[in-house]
Every structure is written in structure tokens, then in C-alpha cells.
């Protein structure tokens, strides 16, 4: 198995891009606990496929993916209730939500795929 392979993963890439793109959105956000929320579950996006991949088994590998979708499932509800309380436009929130179906796909997609070589 190859030392850090997820670096490879189209993936994790996009996960990386979403996570920065909730870094800039929460940054002027005033409440200081739902910023950390949002940012600490988008970066768990990306740290359980990095830590998955690493796991002996795709059966274990495709756990930690499906932490993954749990924790995008959790900030796109914090996108949810930006949206409702103003902070974000229509535009910007279908976009956001647009993105975080992709990104579930996409781990949607990995997990089959592990599953199906197991």
C-alpha cells in the first residue's frame, strides 16, 4: 500500500477546496461556536478519507468515508441555517449545496467501490 495515497484522490482534493471555501465564508461570522462547528465538521470531510486510507481493509476504509458524508451532512445544515438567518445569499447557498452533492457522490461512489472489492 502506498504511504499517503489519499494525496491522490480526486476526492480529497475536493474536499480540501470545499473546506477552504468554509474557511472564507464562516470568517466574518459572529457567533464564535457555530464558525467552529462548521469549519471543525468540513475539515472531518477531509481528515477521515486521509485517515481511512490508511486502514488495513477497504471495509475499514469505507467507514471512515462514511463518517466523511456524515460530516458533510453537518455542515451543509450549518449552510442551511446560514442561509435562514441571512448570512449567505440564495445564490451562494444553492452553490454551496450544488458542491456538497458532489462531494457526497463522489464518497457515495468510493465507499461502492470498496465495498464491491471486499
Do not use: P, W
Not at 28 to 42: E, G, H, T, W
Not at 52 to 64: T, Y
Request: net charge positive; charged share 30%; proline share 0%.
Amino acid at each position: 500500500m502506498k504511504t499517503f495515497r489519499f494525496l491522490e484522490f480526486k476526492v480529497y482534493k475536493d474536499a480540501k477546496i470545499f473546506y477552504q471555501r468554509m474557511l472564507i465564508l464562516s470568517k466574518d461570522l459572529n457567533n464564535y461556536s457555530f464558525k467552529d462547528q462548521i469549519n471543525r465538521a468540513a475539515l472531518s470531510v477531509v481528515l477521515n478519507i486521509a485517515e481511512g486510507s490508511a486502514r488495513k481493509s477497504d471495509k475499514e476504509f469505507a467507514r471512515f468515508l462514511e463518517i466523511s458524508i456524515a460530516s458533510l451532512n453537518e455542515v451543509v445544515a450549518c449552510i442551511d441555517i446560514m442561509h435562514d438567518v441571512k448570512k449567505i445569499n440564495y445564490q451562494n447557498y444553492k452553490n454551496l449545496l450544488n458542491k456538497s452533492e458532489e462531494l457526497a457522490k463522489q464518497l457515495g461512489g468510493f465507499i461502492k467501490k470498496l465495498k464491491i472489492n471486499n
